[in-house]
């Protein structure tokens, strides 16, 4: 494992959101949705592509936390401009998993 500095790890925005719509990504590669995710007021409604449809449906999205690295170039996937990448991890059947707040906290709070 390479060792990082803790300027490294400052540079990278790690924010709270909360999914505000999720939908079928059918020009995906992978099984994905399209989420838009509300990183708060000073970051603002961000879109993402996310392979997390084994796990989850979207209705059961809207409305949930995430975590998400807001400050990557954004990305052209298909037609879908990504502006954001929604973190979580892959399970022993290879399955993603969120990685969210195991509490309430406001939208754009950074991870620290």
Not at 29 to 55: C, H, M, N, W
Request: charged letters at 25%; hydrophobic letters at 40%.
């Amino acid at each position: 494992m390479t060792e990082i500095a803790w300027d490294d790890f400052m540079k990278v925005e790690l924010r709270v959101g909360r999914v505000l719509s999720a939908g079928p990504f059918p020009q995906a590669r992978k099984p994905a949705y399209v989420l838009e995710v509300d990183f708060g007021p000073e970051i603002g409604v961000r879109r993402s592509s996310a392979q997390i449809t084994a796990l989850y449906r979207p209705d059961e999205l809207v409305g949930r936390l995430v975590v998400g690295v807001v400050n990557f170039p954004r990305k052209q996937i298909g037609p879908l401009m990504s502006e954001c990448l929604v973190t979580g991890f892959h399970d022993s059947e290879g399955r993603v998993a969120l990685c969210v707040p195991d509490r309430d906290v406001p939208p754009g709070t950074r991870l620290l």
